[in-house]
């Protein structure tokens, strides 16, 4: 249950979902005409089905909110039972939108509907039973989408050996200080602040990575990370994501200028 899901946050992909999943509602409920579906006009079709569709598209979008609040919650991570909490208010919300668009738009004066129970075992679940899968290979797909693109974008710290090296985001990289022979690079994993020691130059990572900024002979900044300028005793350090602080040398002091405050404006 505590596993991470494939997962896309992007609303534009989301409404995507939603969307094809009205378009799939109207095709399914006009080709195959289910049970009452069978007993309207050609113009009724045309009115009422959309409307389903629409109403499924509704009942979808109505949990993003809560589904941004969930993602940001959990640090931008998403578990499988994230993922089994949105389809059960998605069903608990789409059984009793389902059911008052039957009693209010479809049959709204008619004096005997569907009983509940009919109507749930014979016409709302088997709905569901074609509309759940669509939601499935949509949100799986856009997740592994996802994940294969931040992969791919990933970038890899070798060290000398053959089996030593870091992979990881260039976001999650805060900076690298170099220990002897070693660099010590500091980053985050998930919401923790790692460090991992490799055997390397900081020179060699420093032509291998244009991003970083050399702020001393002994570091390498990112500075996607910055947060703040510090003085002290007459000496400039900067500050970092993680309350990380950094010298910057008289040597490198213009040039971290000028990209810190390119990097920020």
């Known amino acids: 249950m505590n596993h991470k899901y494939p997962f896309d946050s992007s609303l534009k992909n989301h409404l ?31 009115i009422i089905l959309p409307l389903y569709g629409l109403l499924g598209a509704f009942c ?30 998605f069903v608990f919300i789409g059984i009793i939108a389902a059911r008052l668009f ?15 129970d009919y109507h749930l075992t014979a016409v709302i679940l088997p709905a569901f039973a074609t509309i759940l899968p669509i939601i499935i290979l949509g949100r799986f797909a856009f997740g592994k989408y996802r994940d294969k693109n931040i992969e ?21 990289l805060i900076c690298i200080q170099s220990s002897d022979n070693y660099i010590e690079v500091f980053y985050i994993s998930g919401t923790e602040l790692k460090k991992t020691l490799i055997r390397n130059k900081l020179t060699v990572i420093a032509d291998e990575f244009s991003e970083l900024l050399r702020t001393h002979r002994s570091y390498l900044i990112n500075p ?15 500050l ?18 000028t990209r810190i405050n390119s990097t920020t404006e």
Do not use: C
């Not at 993003?64 to 994230?82: R, V």
């Not at 030593?164 to 260039?170: D, H, I, P, V, Y």
């Not at 947060?227 to 400039?236: C, D, M, P």
């Open 102 to 116: 039957y009693l209010f738009i479809v049959v709204p004066n008619e004096p005997n509907p569907y009983p509940l």
């Open 152 to 172: 791919d974008q990933k970038i890899e710290i070798k060290g000398e050996g053959n089996y030593e090296g870091l992979r990881l985001s260039m976001n999650d």
């Open 224 to 238: 996607y990370h910055f947060q703040q300028w510090k003085t002290e005793k007459g000496k400039l350090f900067i």
């Open 16 to 46: 995507i979902i939603a969307f094809g999943l009205a378009i799939w509602i109207f095709l399914f409920l006009y080709f195959t005409e289910p049970l009452d579906v069978n007993e309207f006009s050609d113009a009724d079709k045309l």
């Open 60 to 89: 979808y979008s109505i949990f993003l909110p809560i589904q941004h609040f969930l993602y940001q919650k959990n640090s931008k991570n998403w578990y499988f039972k994230t993922e089994l909490l949105f389809f059960f208010i």
């Open 240 to 257: 970092l994501f993680r309350h990380i602080e950094v010298p910057v040398s008289r040597t490198y002091q213009n040039e971290v200028k």
